[in-house]
């Protein structure tokens, strides 16, 4: 494997997986103080402060060993789960939908900011390589975050949207996965399923509204 070539790698995708975990996390914590509950608040969770957010295992060493394992073919790593007592929520059943929507939302604001720092660079005639791999970059990892976090199973927060949409009986009976969730979605991963069904169909169509966002900028810049 290419040292050189991962180092440069690590340098380009640093920044924007950083800010796209924190800020993921962060609003978690901040919507679900908005509906009532302090428990991310008092344990400082809700932080721009990227280290409260990092888990050892699933931030750093499970992403550098799928990188090394498989060549960079496959990666998958996971922040710290911001804690939530949905009990505490003023209406829990239809505020836990805004608090599991406002992660995966944040990560497509980002991915449009990152969008829109990319065609202001190109726009203006900047040519440096790094900056501009660094904002494809930034789009993709957010738009990677917010495709799988929005896969409807718990407790990924697509499963706890629609939780919390479902009547109470069919909420119920999907809530008792979450135990078993994260093995779940880890064996339709690697079987491909998540991949093909999911991440594919579903990233081509943000992708596709972003450029709809994007287009009135690239007009001006013309």
């Known amino acids: ?8 790698t690590v340098l380009i ?20 103080r908005h509906f009532g509950d302090n428990t991310a608040w008092m344990l400082g969770r809700v932080t721009l402060n990227p280290i409260p957010h990092i888990d050892p295992i699933g931030t750093v060493l499970m992403p550098l060993m799928l990188y090394f394992a498989t060549g960079g073919a496959f990666l998958f790593g996971y922040a710290k789960p911001v804690p939530v007592n949905f009990g505490h929520l003023r209406n829990p059943k239809r505020d836990m939908v805004w ?17 829109v ?37 718990p407790p990924l927060d697509g499963g706890r949207i629609l939780v919390g949409l479902l009547p109470w009986r069919q909420a119920a009976l ?21 991949s093909t ?4 169909p579903l990233m081509g169509l943000t992708y596709g509204a972003l450029d709809v966002l994007l287009s009135p900028l690239s007009f001006l810049l013309r």
């Open 174 to 194: 999907l809530s008792r996965i979450e135990p078993y969730g994260f093995f779940i979605v880890m064996a339709l991963v690697i079987a491909g399923v998540v």
């Open 13 to 32: 995708y640093a920044l924007p997986v950083l800010f796209a975990i924190t800020l993921h996390e962060a609003a978690h914590g901040y919507v679900a």
């Open 1 to 8: 494997m290419d040292t050189s070539h991962l180092i440069q």
């Open 197 to 200: 069904l999911w991440m594919r």
């Open 117 to 153: 720092l990319l065609y202001l660079l190109v726009g203006l005639g900047l040519q440096e390589r790094f900056f501009i791999e660094m904002c494809r970059a930034g789009m993709l990892v957010n738009v990677v975050m917010f495709v799988f976090n929005l896969f409807p199973l």
């Open 99 to 115: 608090v599991a929507l406002a992660g995966p939302g944040s990560n497509f604001v980002q991915a449009l900011f990152w969008g």
